[in-house]
């Protein structure tokens, strides 16, 4: 068993962990804007953070907290980033932790934080303080999809996943998380994702499972190519599963990445999906690459070239864009070795064109385009999801303050 498809919102559960979902006032709609996870237990933790140099002030406590490598849990606020507010704005974030570590009796520095949202503005800490009481007492094993809608902003959908698989000789669950639609480069994306499971691992080896699932899915998206200042992904591990404990370099830990790394896939895509004002989600799979840094190099520049986005956009198998953003890649490169591939009609064959315009157009009219690249250079590749470039991602972000 793995990624289960369709599961029902009751489904997502991880024992021994509870959360809540509120609307506290910090949204001008009203939504939900405030969430809760918990572990009932001291959980083994792990994070990575924005790249970014201006960081907001939950991602420095964040940093500093994820050291000790245990948590209780996270509070999030969505529609306030919480960020470039100085020293009031990091007395605010640590409120927040303050704040849910006194509801719920936990020990100080115990809890961590996140915030998404409008940067620049003044977090109301205050209506998180008077929404507390509500938030704890919300707290259910059946919590994580109103914990879900609350971090969400210009999401059109919630993005969850759940797998599920035999680790340490036990059945060990993973659920996770995210919010992000917009602000997305592989460098975290920009995003907020948790996950929770039940395995048994310690903080050090969790995080290297956690490294490589990331660098597998959140970092291997693009939409637009702008990190933020508020990226965050965490892991929480409570070890109720009962299984033995999942050590380095083995088979449970090889197990183990592979379940983190489909369920964190399968969130990155749907970022990607949910791309502000895309209508399309693009795999480019980059093959026979001289060096996993050339299939990185080479899937990214393409990825991030505004007029290849557009094209797709637009339903043109316009190939000279992607052989030209090829050209600029600084890789080890020979055109007249290139194939390219449009949802399997050829339209490159050793650099020149197959003739076969009118067939990939056709191909390439639909929801999901999958574009192989093989420079037949080497034996390394990579994959990396991104989106075409609408009118309507220019309408969203031209008002998004407003």
Same mark, same amino acid.
């Given at each position: 068993?793995?990624?289960? !498809?369709?599961?029902?919102?009751?489904?997502?559960?991880?024992?021994?962990?509870?959360?809540?979902?509120?609307?506290?006032?910090?949204?001008?709609?009203?939504?939900?804007?405030?969430?809760?996870?918990?572990?009932?237990?001291?959980?083994?933790?792990?994070?990575?953070?924005?790249?970014?140099?201006?960081?907001?002030?939950?991602?420095?406590?964040?940093?500093?907290?994820?050291?000790?490598?245990?948590?209780?849990?996270? *509070?999030?606020?969505? $529609?306030?980033?919480?960020?470039?507010?100085?020293?009031?704005?990091?007395?605010?974030? !640590?409120?927040?932790?303050?704040?849910? =570590?006194?509801?719920?009796?936990?020990?100080?520095?115990?809890?961590?934080?996140?915030?998404?949202?409008?940067?620049?503005?003044?977090?109301?800490?205050?209506?998180?303080?008077?929404?507390? &009481?509500?938030?704890? =007492?919300?707290?259910?094993?059946?919590?994580?999809?109103?914990?879900? @809608?609350?971090?969400?902003?210009?999401?059109?959908?919630?993005?969850?996943?759940?797998?599920?698989?035999?680790?340490?000789?036990?059945?060990?669950?993973?659920?996770?998380?995210?919010?992000?639609?917009?602000?997305?480069?592989? +460098?975290?994306?920009?995003?907020?994702?948790?996950?929770?499971?039940?395995? +048994?691992?310690?903080?050090?080896?969790?995080?290297?499972?956690?490294? &490589?699932?990331?660098?597998?899915?959140?970092?291997?998206?693009?939409?637009?190519?702008?990190?933020?200042?508020?990226?965050?992904?965490?892991?929480?591990?409570?070890?109720?599963?009962?299984?033995?404990?999942?050590?380095?370099?083995?088979?449970?830990?090889?197990?183990?990445?592979?379940?983190?790394? =489909?369920?964190?896939?399968?969130?990155?895509?749907? *970022?990607?999906? #949910?791309? =502000?004002?895309?209508?399309?989600?693009?795999?480019?799979?980059?093959?026979?690459?001289?060096?996993?840094?050339?299939?990185?190099?080479?899937?990214?520049?393409?990825?991030?070239?505004?007029?290849?986005?557009?094209?797709?956009?637009?339903?043109?198998?316009?190939?000279?864009?992607?052989?030209?953003?090829?050209?600029?890649?600084?890789?080890?490169? #020979?055109?007249?070795?290139?194939?390219?591939?449009?949802?399997?009609?050829?339209?490159?064959?050793? $650099?020149?064109?197959?003739?076969? @315009?009118?067939?990939?157009?056709?191909? *390439?009219?639909?929801?999901?385009?999958?574009?192989?690249?093989?420079?037949?250079?080497?034996?390394? !590749?990579?994959? *990396?999801?991104?989106?075409?470039?609408?009118? !309507?991602?220019?309408?969203?972000?031209?008002?998004?303050?407003?």
């Amino acid at each position: 068993m793995s990624y289960i !498809e369709n599961f029902a919102p009751e489904d997502f559960k991880v024992p021994g962990f509870k959360a809540s979902g509120i609307a506290c006032g910090i949204k001008k709609t009203g939504k939900k804007d405030l969430a809760l996870i918990i572990s009932e237990a001291p959980a083994q933790a792990a994070g990575l953070f924005t790249t970014n140099k201006v960081k907001a002030a939950p991602v420095l406590i964040g940093q500093y907290r994820i050291k000790k490598g245990t948590s209780r849990g996270v *509070i999030v606020n969505s $529609g306030n980033a919480n960020a470039c507010t100085g020293k009031q704005g990091y007395k605010a974030a !640590e409120k927040m932790t303050i704040l849910a =570590e006194k509801a719920l009796g936990f020990s100080k520095g115990s809890m961590l934080v996140s915030s998404t949202g409008v940067i620049g503005v003044p977090l109301p800490v205050e209506r998180v303080e008077e929404g507390m &009481q509500k938030l704890v =007492e919300g707290l259910s094993v059946d919590g994580l999809n109103d914990a879900t @809608e609350a971090i969400m902003t210009t999401d059109a959908f919630p993005k969850r996943a759940l797998v599920k698989g035999k680790v340490g000789g036990k059945t060990v669950t993973i659920a996770g998380m995210a919010k992000g639609a917009g602000m997305i480069c592989p +460098n975290m994306a920009t995003m907020l994702a948790y996950f929770l499971t039940d395995a +048994n691992i310690k903080s050090a080896t969790l995080k290297k499972a956690f490294k &490589q699932a990331i660098d597998l899915s959140f970092n291997s998206i693009i939409v637009d190519n702008d990190t933020s200042t508020n990226d965050t992904a965490l892991i929480f591990a409570n070890g109720v599963s009962g299984g033995t404990e999942i050590k380095n370099n083995t088979a449970d830990f090889k197990a183990f990445t592979k379940l983190l790394t =489909e369920a964190s896939v399968k969130l990155a895509k749907m *970022i990607v999906k #949910d791309g =502000e004002g895309a209508t399309r989600l693009i795999e480019l799979d980059i093959r026979g690459a001289k060096s996993v840094n050339d299939a990185r190099k080479a899937a990214r520049t393409i990825a991030e070239s505004m007029l290849v986005k557009t094209a797709f956009f637009g339903g043109d198998p316009n190939w000279g864009r992607i052989m030209g953003a090829l050209g600029r890649a600084g890789i080890s490169l #020979d055109e007249s070795k290139v194939d390219i591939s449009f949802n399997g009609v050829p339209v490159v064959k050793k $650099g020149l064109d197959t003739g076969k @315009e009118a067939q990939a157009a056709t191909a *390439i009219k639909v929801k999901e385009i999958k574009v192989i690249v093989n420079l037949r250079s080497g034996s390394s !590749e990579a994959t *990396i999801w991104t989106t075409d470039l609408s009118y !309507e991602y220019v309408k969203i972000n031209s008002a998004y303050r407003t």
